[in-house]
């Protein structure tokens, strides 16, 4: 993905400014799309980062159009214990946090490789820090 050599299938993970930059056709982000479309990865958006981008006008077309395309993950009771226990073991706290929480426990619930864009990637890679798995194994966290 963008300089980076991953293999078939996984997923690419966008978090509130992932969506948004690729509604808006950022180029960084476009290019991290057409490298998960070409090796098939599924691209999810957690239902919970819908609450932070959609507003209910005129300027949702775009998000939609993108909408239409992806996997949109349900938030589950069981996304939720995990974001809660994320929480618990990072310290981090907040609405803000927990809602990166729970994109964190969608990233991390996933078939690897996965790549999650973000504009937060300080406190994304503490909630998906998986110091037991290999690190080609791990969630890729990338800023956009």
Known sequence: MAGRSVAAGGALVL???????????????RAYLETARARRAKVV????????????GARDASVHRVLSRIVVAPVTPELGRTAGEL???TGLS??????????????LGLAR?????TSDPDDLNRLIDEPACPKEQRVVVVHV
Do not use: F, N, Q, Y
């Open 45 to 56: 958006v957690s239902a919970v980062t819908l609450a932070e981008v959609l507003r209910g």
């Open 94 to 107: 907040g609405h803000r946090c927990a809602i990166d929480a729970m994109v964190a426990a969608t990233a």
């Open 87 to 89: 929480l618990g073991s």
């Open 15 to 29: 978090d509130s400014e992932g969506l948004s930059k690729l509604a808006a056709g950022d180029p960084r982000a």
């Open 113 to 117: 490789p996965v790549v999650l864009l």
